[in-house]
């Protein structure tokens, strides 16, 4: 199964889930993580789940919750 959830796209933040299989992937984290963990916990995931974030380029509205984020829960960027 492929899941493809747009979480926000605009200049106030981007991010992308992505989930394939067992492959859990957040396309650019630009929220704030504790923003992000509440649309994830609205998906029925936990962002400890995650196997990697990746980033498209490292302006604000992509990268905002990214430390924060994988910081917390270990995540490979």
Request: charged residues 20%; proline residues 4%.
């Given at each position: ?12 933040g ?64």
């Amino acid at each position: 199964m492929f899941r493809f959830s747009v979480l926000s796209s605009s200049s106030a933040g981007n991010s992308i889930y992505i989930e394939s299989g067992t492959r859990r992937i957040l396309l650019d984290a630009g929220l704030t993580a504790r923003r992000l963990t509440a649309l994830f916990q609205s998906l029925g995931r936990d962002p400890a789940d995650l196997d990697a974030v990746f980033l498209t380029h490292e302006h604000a509205d992509h990268v905002r919750g990214l430390g924060p984020l994988v910081r917390k829960h270990g995540i490979p960027v």
